[in-house]
């Protein structure tokens, strides 16, 4: 599959913002963190996030399947804050792919940071795949633990 990434225009934040809410229903009911959910963020944060920080669209075919949310940490550290593609296109491998494109945004970077939620085992191995190390992690909620995760760039 072909897959491109290009920064966000605000005009795409309706369609990105159905993709998020689909994307993380079932982490919603699994950890009930109604507060900090991606699903309850209503259309005029996604579009503060937009104009704020470094956000892209994923594309396939001309299609929005997905978003990105990058912030510059300084000093060449970059956290990747989200990403999400809709469900009908998880589990065919473009995450590695995806992954690729946004460290290659950022040639001069040499750290990434993330975190993930806890028991969400298959985003373990994909970002330690990827040469992620866990280095902590921090509570949400009494449900919710978040691993944080860190990728030195040589």
């Known amino acids: ?4 990434i290009k920064r966000t225009n605000e005009t795409e934040a309706p369609i990105l913002l159905e993709i998020q809410k689909e994307a993380f229903e079932d982490d919603l009911r699994k950890y009930e963190d109604h507060d900090t959910s991606p699903v309850n963020e209503p259309i005029e944060r996604l579009l503060r996030k937009i104009e704020l920080f470094i956000h892209y669209t994923i594309w396939h075919n001309n299609v929005i399947i997905g978003g990105i949310d990058v912030r510059d940490l300084k000093d060449n550290k970059y956290r990747l804050n989200r990403i ?3 469900n009908k296109y998880q589990n065919k491998g473009l995450g590695s792919q995806i992954m690729q494109l946004v460290e290659e945004e ?4 040499v750290e990434w940071v993330l975190d993930t939620p806890h028991l ?5 191995h994909f970002y330690e795949k990827l040469g992620y190390k866990k280095i902590g992690q921090h509570q949400i909620n009494e449900k919710l633990i978040l691993f944080d995760y860190t990728k030195k760039i040589m």
Do not use: E, G, Q
């Not at 950022?106 to 970077?109: G, I, L, N």
């Not at 969400?120 to 373990?124: A, E, S, T």
């Open 120 to 124: 969400n085992i298959r985003n373990h």
């Open 84 to 86: 999400f593609i809709s």
């Open 1 to 4: 599959m072909s897959i491109v």
């Open 106 to 109: 950022f040639p001069s970077a």
